[in-house]
């Protein structure tokens, strides 16, 4: 187990650098804060879908079908502010009463407007999902929110981000029905903002190991080995690297690079999806594959100074 609710990543880097402080007989690093950058303005990834308008002699014309209900309901002051989950599944409700009127309809006249409409509707429905996607709150909040770290547990919502994503990508290629399940999983998402917190944390993981890294170089005098002989120091700080990035900084830096590659496959799909802007897109690429470079590197590069350390001091694996 990666560490308790009680304990987080950022707890324990800032003990590790108050012991390591404190053995050296240094001020304690201040360490960095850290936050996401925002998310891409509303304004800026909103589709312009025009409004269909219907005649109302054509209107009348449809009461044979559930589509006439489906109108009306659109023409209500609730029914014009729609959030962009409830404007999906409306959308795709009205897709499919149009298929179903045209069933029902003798007059060729009406039944061609519906095949029009029907056209129009399904040509609109890829904006309406890319709506969806870069404009729900929930998406934003799972992305953006700067409110927490991942622990390492089950309680990171992994299995439920997971599920929650992949529905969400499939949900137009697909053509599935959304209805109840659609708001389900945007809740899953709001629960469990999982994209945010790893990006949080790899945010802050990399930023405070390179202050720290650069901190121990220039503490470097006071820990070298003379003859290939440690010093007293170098003993404690080795307990101190043990007890804190080893066995607490190390397993939880593991989990998130698990899941930074359970998710990114999704991430992924999202950046090569021809529907969503570049701007969204741009925002994932830079958290999940850039950050993450920067984080790697930040753990490499911290691990490289204990490594030649220890090897300088003649330290095996065994005896740390």
Not at 45 to 56: A, G
Not at 209 to 231: M, V
Request: aromatic letters at 10%; proline letters at 5%; charged letters at 20%.
């Amino acid at each position: 187990m990666a560490c308790s609710k009680a304990d987080t990543i950022d707890d324990h880097l800032n003990e590790y650098a108050k012991r390591m402080a404190n053995i050296l007989e240094s001020e304690p690093q201040q360490l960095l804060q850290v936050s996401l950058p925002p998310y891409p303005k509303i304004t800026s990834l909103q589709q312009n879908i025009p409004n269909t308008l219907i005649k109302l002699s054509d209107f009348y014309g449809l009461k044979h079908c559930e589509l006439y209900s489906l109108v009306a309901q659109r023409n209500t002051v609730l029914g014009r502010i729609h959030l962009p989950s409830t404007r999906y599944i409306y959308e795709t409700e009205l897709i499919n009463a149009l298929q179903a009127c045209l069933t029902k309809t003798k007059d060729t006249q009406l039944h061609s407007k519906l095949t029009n409409w029907l056209t129009l509707k399904e040509k609109q429905r890829p904006k309406v999902w890319t709506n969806l996607i870069q404009t729900s709150h929930e998406i934003k909040h799972s992305f953006s929110t700067n409110t927490g770290l991942i622990y390492g547990t089950p309680s990171d919502g992994l299995n439920e981000t997971k599920t929650a994503l992949n529905y969400l990508i499939k949900l137009l290629a697909n053509n599935l029905n959304p209805n109840i399940k659609l708001e389900s999983q945007l809740k899953q998402l709001l629960d469990n903002p999982l994209p945010a917190r790893m990006w949080f944390t790899q945010l802050l993981i990399g930023e405070q190991l390179n202050q720290l890294t650069n901190w121990l170089k220039n503490q470097a005098p006071q820990i070298q080995c003379n003859s290939g002989k440690r010093n007293e120091k170098l003993d404690y700080l080795t307990n101190v690297f043990r007890l804190f990035f080893i066995d607490k900084i190390q397993p939880i830096a593991g989990q998130l690079n698990y899941y930074h590659y359970q998710l990114t496959p999704m991430f992924e799909e999202l950046i090569n999806h021809p529907h969503l802007s570049q701007t969204f897109k741009e925002y994932i690429h830079t958290q999940n594959t850039l950050e993450f470079e920067e984080y790697s590197n930040a753990m490499t590069e911290h691990l490289r100074f204990w490594q030649e350390l220890f090897k300088n001091c003649n330290i095996s694996p065994q005896q740390i």
